[in-house]
């Protein structure tokens, strides 16, 4: 007997052949949405970054506990993260590594007991009648000598800022013998705050007033050392150049035009190094989204 499967799969074959294509419905608005959460991992290791490039450690785990419960109000949105800048600023060691570092850098590791015995060296000098005819300048690097023992204090009294913090640095008797000298002085400024050497212009106007001359720098004038000084750390060049160390530090760049412009406008306006740091430290590229 001759199989009549073959007739039967081609039935099937007609029957689905001509069945109705089934229709597909879409619904409106039903796409996927994307998951923004900011992972974990992510936040763990933006709370690292900013304790070991504010205070040199990484957190204890109270401290990224703290930070992560912060941080998990809103996502890790901006204003969680800039009171996580805050709780860090809050910390003594904050300001003891700011202070640590410029002590390093620019003073070559200067500690109090030096500052104490060229106070006492002073001292003895007055008592000296050959000393006599320059007792005006032996007051004058004095007064600067107690102001620069009294720095660590007053910077974590919140009496003064960074930037009265570098002035001091940068005039007393300890950073004269390091970079004697007016032209060295005035390079020596240049090169670290700035990043530069002075342009010819520059160099010789401020090593004028240096020099106790008249002089314009900047746009302002100035005849001493301590003009010089006012005028070079109240300089937009010197705050350009404190918000390029920070986006070197924390995101291994130099901020753009925009950026810079938003930067230092913020640090000129309150002279706060703090809301400076927030400004950039907050921002998602820190975060890593």
């Not at 007997?1 to 029957?15: A, G, K, W």
């Not at 996927?32 to 070991?52: A, F, G």
């Not at 004095?142 to 005039?171: Q, S, T, Y």
């Amino acid at each position: 007997m001759r199989s009549t499967l073959p007739f039967f799969l081609i039935l099937i074959l007609i029957v689905t052949a001509c069945q109705p294509e089934a229709e597909i419905i879409r619904i409106p608005d039903n796409d996927v949405v994307p998951d923004e959460t900011v992972p974990l991992v992510l936040q763990e290791s933006y709370v690292n970054k900013l304790y070991i490039g504010l205070l040199g450690r990484k957190p204890n785990e109270q401290e990224l506990q703290q930070a992560l419960a912060i941080l998990g109000r809103d996502n890790a949105a901006v204003s969680d993260r800039e009171e996580v800048l805050e709780l860090i600023f809050q910390f003594p060691g904050f300001i003891q590594r700011m202070y640590d570092i410029g002590r390093a850098e620019m003073l070559a590791n200067l500690d109090t007991a030096d500052i104490s015995f060229q106070i006492y060296i002073f001292n003895e000098a007055k008592k000296d009648p050959q000393y006599e005819p320059f007792l005006p300048l032996i007051e004058q690097e004095l007064n600067k000598l107690v102001l620069l023992k009294r720095l660590p204090a007053d910077l974590l009294a919140g009496r003064i800022g960074r930037m009265e913090m570098h002035r001091r640095m940068a005039f007393n008797y300890f950073y004269d013998e390091i970079n004697m000298g007016s032209q060295n002085f005035v390079l020596s400024l240049f090169e670290y705050f700035l990043g530069r050497y002075p342009t010819a212009s520059e160099e010789e106007t401020a090593i004028t007033i240096v020099d106790g001359f008249g002089g314009i720098l900047f746009g302002k004038e100035g005849n001493s050392k301590a003009d010089f000084l006012e005028i070079f750390f109240s300089s937009t060049d010197y705050y350009e150049g404190q918000v390029i160390d920070v986006y070197n530090d924390f995101l291994l760049r130099e901020p753009v035009s925009t950026e810079m412009v938003e930067a230092v406008l913020v640090y000129k306006q309150n002279d706060d190094y703090g809301e400076m740091l927030k400004t950039i430290l907050s921002k998602d590229e820190v975060l890593g989204i």
